[in-house]
């Protein structure tokens, strides 16, 4: 039986290919992840190198130039839906 991947297992194959992640044996300080899938995805739907962790969004890339330009994409969409930014956070 053939079957498409679930979203969390694409979300993980998309963090370990951008080298956010990686697997590991064991380890004494760490919990495993788990990603659950939140309603705030659609928002971050489509721009480059943004995600969701937890209650965090991870917007990354190769250079300072395109990590900026991604980083603004993210404040544009955040600005086109009104939702705030904690600063507290």
Not at 10 to 28: A, E, F, L
Request: hydrophobic share 30%.
């Amino acid at each position: 039986m053939c079957h498409a991947p679930r979203k969390s297992e694409q979300r993980t194959g998309y963090m370990k290919d951008q080298g956010i992640i990686s697997k590991v044996g064991t380890s004494d300080w760490a919990s495993p992840m788990v990603i659950i899938p939140k309603p705030d995805d659609q928002v971050i739907q489509g721009l480059p190198k943004t995600l969701s962790y937890s209650d965090n969004i991870i917007i990354h890339d190769i250079t300072k130039a395109e990590c900026y330009n991604n980083l603004e994409m993210f404040l544009q969409r955040l600005k086109k839906y009104d939702l705030p930014l904690n600063k507290n956070k």
